[in-house]
């Protein structure tokens, strides 16, 4: 028997149910044509510096807990994000106190902005000073710290949540801690400024990863870190890729960003979010090194083979 292909009035499958459902689960069923399947209208990802939470965070009198950097509702996204898969934001250990954290996360980045403490995760402590970076796996993190500390955090909780799904059993997370002290990447990056540029090489930058990650490169499966540099009155050729950055200004003095054309000055210890497919170039017009940490969903596009990284001169 032929299947019966006529649709009520006004239901070009626009969303349309089943005309004849004999199940619940046909009940569930909905059907779309091409034009209003695939032409559905995004919020974009906008390009943002987080300036009045850098200022919050600062404050005197600020408390000990987190600062979310939140662009969710500019975005249509019903769960906080800073970008579509990534959760970025500032966490502020007040002298003496104590910071629990247990984000829904497969892993989660850190820098030390400024101060000095401790990370518990698990069995293993990581002691952090100003300018470290360190990864630790999911689940519930103690930081400590004796005379005050604020550090950038980073997540993959927009990715989870998209998928409702849960973080990683115990013991079953994609990184173990790691640590990266400030005086170790200081040391690879004057380890690179002494070798000859590629003609291809986008810039100088010390790559972030582990004993876990070693295949990929990357810190986590989806994430990517790097510390970019630009030497004084140096600048970075303008380039695109599919991946958003995220960007803490580390040492920027007299430097700014090209984002599309528009300029964003840098603001020492301040996030900056470069969107994806954005055409942007780094420019430094001070007279020191320009130090700028970047983590991007990368990883993501790396693996589905879409990353589409190139020059734009």
């Given at each position: ?15 349309s ?7 619940e689960a046909?009940h569930?069923?909905?059907y779309?044509?091409?034009?209003t ?12 510096q ?14 000990t807990?987190a600062?979310a950097?939140d662009l969710?509702e500019?975005?249509?996204?019903p769960?906080p994000?800073?970008t ?6 500032y966490?502020?250990i007040?002298?003496?106190?104590r ?9 989660e ?11 518990k995760?698990g069995s293993?402590?990581i002691?952090f000073?100003?300018g470290?970076v360190?990864?630790?796996?999911n689940?519930?993190?103690?930081y400590?710290?004796?005379?005050g500390?604020?550090?950038w955090?980073?997540t ?9 799904l ?9 990184v173990?801690?790691v640590?990266?002290?400030a ?12 070798m ?8 100088v930058?010390?790559i972030?990863s582990h ?13 990517t870190?790097?510390m970019?540099?630009?030497?004084p ?10 991946s ?6 580390v ?5 700014y ?10 603001v020492e ?6 969107p994806?497919?954005?055409?942007h170039s ?9 130090k ?5 969903d ?11 990284f190139?020059?734009v001169?």
């Amino acid at each position: 028997m032929a299947p019966d292909t006529t649709q009520p009035s006004g239901a070009p499958l626009d969303g349309s149910p089943a005309l004849n459902p004999t199940s619940e689960a046909q009940h569930r069923a909905r059907y779309f044509n091409p034009n209003t399947a695939f032409n559905l209208k995004f919020s974009p990802v906008p390009r943002h510096q987080f300036l009045e939470e850098h200022r919050a965070v600062r404050a005197a009198d600020a408390p000990t807990g987190a600062f979310a950097l939140d662009l969710s509702e500019r975005m249509d996204i019903p769960f906080p994000a800073t970008t579509p898969w990534v959760l970025a934001r500032y966490l502020r250990i007040n002298a003496g106190d104590r910071l629990t954290t247990n984000h829904r996360a497969s892993a989660e980045v850190l820098y030390a902005v400024s101060g000095s403490g401790e990370a518990k995760s698990g069995s293993e402590t990581i002691s952090f000073g100003p300018g470290d970076v360190f990864c630790l796996p999911n689940g519930e993190i103690e930081y400590t710290s004796p005379d005050g500390a604020i550090l950038w955090c980073v997540t993959n909780e927009p990715e989870l949540a998209f998928e409702n799904l849960e973080p990683p059993a115990a013991g079953n997370s994609p990184v173990e801690p790691v640590h990266y002290p400030a005086d170790e990447i200081d040391r690879a990056i004057e380890v690179l400024r002494a070798m000859p540029m590629e003609p291809d090489q986008a810039g100088v930058a010390v790559i972030f990863s582990h004993e876990r990650q070693l295949a990929r490169r990357n810190i986590t499966p989806s994430m990517t870190l790097a510390m970019n540099t630009l030497n004084p009155n140096g600048d970075q050729r303008a380039h695109k890729h599919n991946s958003v950055a995220v960007t803490i200004c580390v040492q920027g003095e007299g430097c700014y960003s090209l984002v599309d054309g528009e300029r964003c000055d840098w603001v020492e210890g301040a996030v900056s979010l470069t969107p994806p497919a954005a055409v942007h170039s780094h420019h430094n017009d001070g007279s020191n090194l320009a130090k700028f940490l970047i983590i991007q969903d990368g990883g993501l596009y790396y693996h589905g083979r879409t990353m589409g990284f190139a020059f734009v001169d």
